[in-house]
């Protein structure tokens, strides 16, 4: 149980402070979010949980992949001023194309 705490309360320190950063230092905050510290800790935690190095390597892959299909969320963003949306639009489309994202992953990871 304390390990399930530890890693709750590492994550939500790194997303609060990271949140926080954003309305002094935006630039900063999104570099800080874009780093693979998610990754990271997620795969520490996973092995510490676990002690599987094969199940470790498997998501690590995973998250290989996964990475480049994830930035089909910022896609909307990139266009919102030429195309005139707003925040909502580019946030639920870009979650609409996470949906599709997730099939390509799932493609890409069974051929790994």
């Given amino acids: 149980m304390w390990l399930f705490t ?3 309360g590492v994550a ?3 997303i609060a402070f990271s949140a926080w950063l954003a309305g002094r230092k935006p630039e900063l905050a999104g ?3 874009a780093l693979p510290l998610a990754s990271i800790l997620a795969l520490a935690f996973s092995h510490l949980e676990h002690r599987d190095a094969s199940a470790s390597i498997t ?3 995973s998250i290989m992949v996964g990475v480049p299909v ?3 969320f910022f ?3 990139f266009f919102a001023e030429k195309y005139e949306f707003g925040f909502w639009i580019s946030f639920f489309g870009g979650i609409l194309l996470l ?3 997730f099939f390509i992953h799932s493609f890409l990871v069974r051929q790994i």
């Fill in 6 to 8: 530890l890693k709750i």
């Fill in 12 to 14: 939500a320190i790194a």
């Fill in 31 to 33: 570099f800080i979010i």
């Fill in 59 to 61: 998501f690590a892959k």
């Fill in 70 to 72: 994830s930035w089909l």
């Fill in 75 to 77: 896609l909307p963003f």
């Fill in 99 to 101: 949906i599709g994202g």
